[in-house]
């Protein structure tokens, strides 16, 4: 049994050196699993600056928004949730992002707008975009005894099918084609009156082709398309050493959480600092893993983890504490302490996850970048604090350290 123990305490320092080292050096050319696969911020490395204008003269104030809320929708697909979206100059769409390593593939995802439009052959617009209410990838045939080929299904709103009905009507025998952003992509001849406001792009499109266009439309199209006015490059908005000045004050909490924890609690918090040690690890190989953008609000995110982290350990050593005190023996009071600290920090852990969660859902840039180590943290930090701390304890325990006074010292009543 004791021979066990040391061998398990051995093996969770050498996991912890293991997943130390993974997360300095990472895995391959991008990094993976390391702090240099870590995407940083505008604040902390800088990035790209695009400005959008519409091709449209006098756009309402809803149709803006409506560009500015597509964007947005493809920057968070694209995980570049610190990049920030607004008006400039009257109807002037800027786009900041984050950490961009091929600006002109940014460029043709976001301007890409999915102005879909239906037309006749004497080039009338008959339907557009916003007359369709779905889009799907889909396998479709041409016609009899042809092979079916991937396509996108769509599906009209009540106005666009009506639509469609007269279009189709009208044009019988002849071609309607569909046009993406100025680009014929379908010419199908009319067979028959459509009325139940389902048709087929097709097409030959592959797999992903046909589901990235039938994405593009779901997404929103607009009754105008964009036009790119410039794409420059921006540097960190906080200076070259606003990242050494957050990691610094990350590391100088940890160290002082450490010592204290030691003091304290002794063999206890040597525990603690163990389980924080692999917390730490843990949350930056997730964050290269996630594609986490990570700026100085997700910097305080990480740092408020590490200090919920060790207050559930309090929680649960002050517990222990109760325990001995009453007499009980170390192993039972082990369990015990565990046990009763469990509900409280079950509690306090998922009510900030909830309001990690409403800051995500709510808000945009730095806000959303806060949010999402903030959540990562909570979830790694009660992992450590409730499993790997009691791990570690209860093989120090099963070594051969089964003093209480080694790991939680009893105050003595006055």
Same mark, same amino acid.
């Given at each position: 049994? @004791?021979?066990? $123990?040391?061998?398990?305490?051995?093996?969770? #320092?050498?996991?912890?050196?293991?997943?130390?080292?993974?997360?300095?050096?990472?895995?391959?050319?991008?990094?993976?699993?390391?702090?240099?696969?870590?995407?940083?911020?505008?604040?902390?490395?800088?990035?790209?600056?695009?400005?959008?204008?519409?091709? +449209?003269?006098?756009?309402?104030?809803?149709?803006?928004?409506? %560009?500015?809320?597509?964007?947005?929708?493809?920057?968070?697909?694209?995980?570049?949730?610190?990049?920030?979206?607004?008006?400039?100059?009257?109807?002037?769409?800027?786009?900041?992002?984050?950490?961009?390593?091929?600006?002109?593939?940014?460029?043709?995802?976001?301007?890409?707008?999915?102005?879909?439009?239906?037309?006749?052959?004497?080039?009338?617009?008959?339907?557009?975009?916003?007359?369709?209410?779905?889009?799907?990838?889909?396998?479709?045939?041409?016609?009899?005894?042809?092979?079916?080929?991937?396509?996108?299904?769509?599906?009209?709103?009540?106005?666009?099918?009506? +639509?469609?009905?007269?279009?189709?009507?009208?044009?019988?025998? @002849?071609?309607?084609?569909?046009?993406?952003?100025?680009?014929?992509?379908?010419?199908?001849?009319?067979?028959?009156?459509?009325?139940?406001? !389902?048709?087929?792009?097709?097409?030959?499109?592959? %797999?992903?082709?046909?589901?990235?266009?039938?994405? $593009?439309?779901?997404?929103?199209?607009?009754?105008?398309?964009?036009?790119?006015? $410039?794409?420059?490059?921006?540097?960190? +908005?906080?200076?070259?050493?606003?990242?050494?000045?957050?990691?610094?004050?990350?590391?100088?909490?940890?160290?002082?959480?450490? #010592?204290?924890?030691?003091?304290?609690?002794?063999?206890?918090?040597? %525990?603690?600092?163990?389980?924080?040690?692999?917390?730490?690890?843990? =949350?930056?190989?997730?964050? $290269?893993?996630?594609?986490?953008?990570?700026?100085?609000?997700?910097?305080?995110?990480?740092?408020?983890?590490?200090?919920?982290? =060790?207050?559930?350990?309090?929680?649960?050593?002050?517990?222990?504490?109760?325990?001995?005190?009453?007499? !009980?023996?170390?192993?039972?009071?082990?369990?015990?302490?565990? +046990?009763?600290?469990?509900?409280?920090?079950?509690?306090?852990?998922?009510?900030?996850?909830?309001?990690?969660? =409403?800051?995500?859902?709510?808000?945009?840039?730095?806000?959303?970048?806060?949010?999402?180590?903030?959540?990562?943290?909570?979830?790694?930090?009660?992992?450590?604090?409730?499993?790997?701390?009691?791990?570690?304890?209860?093989?120090?325990?099963?070594?051969?350290?089964?003093?209480? @006074?080694?790991?939680?010292?009893?105050? @003595?009543?006055?």
């Amino acid at each position: 049994m @004791k021979g066990r $123990s040391i061998f398990l305490l051995a093996l969770t #320092i050498a996991v912890t050196a293991g997943l130390a080292a993974l997360s300095y050096f990472g895995v391959g050319a991008g990094k993976l699993f390391g702090v240099g696969g870590i995407r940083q911020g505008l604040d902390l490395k800088g990035g790209i600056t695009m400005v959008y204008a519409p091709r +449209k003269d006098n756009p309402t104030s809803q149709e803006m928004g409506a %560009a500015m809320s597509l964007i947005r929708r493809r920057l968070d697909a694209k995980n570049y949730t610190e990049a920030e979206v607004g008006l400039q100059s009257g109807n002037q769409i800027r786009v900041d992002i984050p950490g961009v390593d091929d600006p002109e593939t940014a460029v043709q995802e976001l301007g890409k707008t999915a102005l879909l439009t239906f037309k006749n052959e004497a080039g009338d617009t008959l339907l557009t975009g916003s007359d369709v209410a779905d889009a799907q990838r889909a396998l479709t045939s041409q016609g009899a005894g042809t092979a079916s080929q991937y396509g996108v299904s769509l599906e009209f709103n009540s106005e666009g099918a009506q +639509k469609f009905a007269d279009a189709t009507s009208a044009n019988l025998q @002849k071609t309607i084609s569909i046009f993406l952003d100025d680009e014929m992509i379908s010419n199908p001849t009319v067979q028959s009156v459509i009325t139940d406001g !389902h048709a087929s792009i097709t097409g030959t499109f592959t %797999a992903q082709e046909a589901e990235d266009l039938a994405r $593009s439309i779901r997404e929103g199209s607009l009754p105008f398309a964009l036009d790119v006015l $410039s794409v420059n490059n921006v540097g960190a +908005k906080l200076g070259s050493n606003a990242l050494n000045t957050g990691v610094l004050a990350g590391a100088i909490t940890l160290g002082l959480i450490l #010592i204290f924890m030691i003091i304290i609690y002794r063999t206890s918090g040597l %525990a603690a600092d163990l389980a924080l040690a692999i917390y730490t690890v843990a =949350v930056l190989i997730l964050l $290269s893993l996630f594609k986490v953008t990570l700026t100085l609000p997700g910097i305080a995110g990480i740092i408020l983890s590490i200090g919920m982290a =060790v207050d559930a350990n309090i929680i649960i050593f002050e517990r222990m504490r109760e325990e001995i005190s009453t007499g !009980h023996t170390l192993r039972a009071s082990v369990d015990a302490g565990f +046990k009763r600290a469990f509900p409280a920090i079950l509690d306090s852990n998922v009510t900030t996850l909830i309001a990690a969660g =409403v800051l995500f859902w709510l808000g945009t840039g730095p806000v959303k970048g806060f949010a999402q180590t903030l959540a990562i943290g909570i979830v790694v930090s009660m992992l450590t604090a409730l499993a790997v701390t009691r791990f570690i304890i209860k093989n120090l325990v099963g070594a051969g350290l089964n003093a209480p @006074k080694f790991f939680i010292p009893v105050k @003595k009543e006055a």
